[in-house]
């Protein structure tokens, strides 16, 4: 059908003035292995990477993001600690993300794991002062892979005064890290503006597949809680992924609004979709295949 120009003008006009404005939602942005996620590319520091996470933050009206510590990069990368004053300096709450990244289902013992989760706590307190900073995020989102140390673990956590800070969803910008670094060092701009636009492409698709998962499981689009990573290419890419959340009609809300829906009566490993899919015998569809893949890119 060839409608003549001035009928295709008037409809696309007629349409946007009906289109209904996005469905709100609540999300809480969490912020993973701070203070040192991945390579750190030349000719930037740490702090530089946590400058731009708050800027874009600030910039979008995002009122908190809970940043994740694993103490142990404080060791291996002095001057980061340079991006925890910049964190606490925004005003951002940190927590513990046990010290070396130690994954529950992995670690030899959960003595051994609970060992690790202590040794990252004074790093994480020295700089929280009085504010409450008994949140934990799991390595892996790992709550364990058997009963007794799913249990054990959890039951620990919460006598030790932690909440769980669940996920519910995420971008998987840490698959990008690796190859941002090596493609920066070759200068690969085409190879980074490629990648770019695949992740901004994935970015929306998964926002959506994120609502339909969550009314599909949930009945609604519960408060949502985002899990991003404290890299590189995280803090190059986030302006743009929350342009595309504030188009979706994202409503940003503290970590502790968000999980004060009932959604998240029950906090643990993975995201809360996956476990509710999961109690309900309900197969979520698969994220489709990358066409381009990171760890290919760059080499
Ligand atoms: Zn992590």
């Known amino acids: 059908m060839h409608l003549p120009l001035a009928a295709l003008t008037a409809l696309l006009i007629a349409t946007a003035a009906t289109a209904q404005p996005p469905e709100r939602f609540d999300i809480a942005i969490t912020v993973d292995d701070l203070p040192a996620h991945g390579p750190l590319p030349a000719g930037m520091t740490r702090a530089d990477i946590a400058l731009a996470h708050v800027a874009a933050f600030k910039a979008h009206g995002v009122p908190e993001a809970f940043g994740f510590v694993n103490a142990n990069r404080l060791e291996q990368e002095p001057d980061s600690?340079?991006?925890l004053a910049v964190w606490r300096q925004a005003g951002h709450p940190l927590g513990n993300h046990a010290y070396s990244h130690l994954g529950l289902s992995n670690a030899p013992s959960l003595q051994a794991?609970?060992?690790d989760v202590t040794a990252g706590e004074a790093a994480v307190a020295a700089r929280m002062g009085d504010a409450d900073w008994h949140w934990f995020r799991y390595p892996f989102l790992d709550g364990g892979s058997d009963a007794a140390r799913r249990d054990g673990a959890s039951t620990w956590l919460t006598g030790r005064g932690y909440r769980i800070a669940d996920v519910s969803f995420s971008f998987e910008d840490w698959a990008y890290t690796d190859a941002y670094a090596r493609c920066l060092a070759q200068h690969g701009e085409a190879a980074i503006a490629a990648m770019k636009t695949q992740y901004l492409r994935e970015v929306d698709a998964e926002i959506l597949?994120?609502?339909?998962?969550?009314?599909?499981?949930?009945g609604r689009v519960v408060p949502q809680v985002l899990l991003t990573h404290a890299g590189a290419w995280s803090s190059a890419t986030l302006p743009a992924v929350l342009a595309r959340l504030d188009a979706a009609g994202a409503r940003y809300?503290?970590?502790a609004q968000a999980q004060a829906d009932a959604a998240y009566a029950n906090p643990g490993g993975g995201t809360v979709i996956e476990r509710a899919a999961r109690r309900q015998g309900i197969a979520l569809p698969a994220k489709p295949a990358r066409r381009i893949d990171p760890a290919t890119v760059c080499r």
């Open 113 to 115: 794991w609970q060992a």
């Open 209 to 218: 597949r994120m609502q339909a998962a969550s009314r599909q499981v949930l």
């Open 81 to 83: 600690a340079a991006a």
């Open 253 to 255: 809300v503290t970590l």
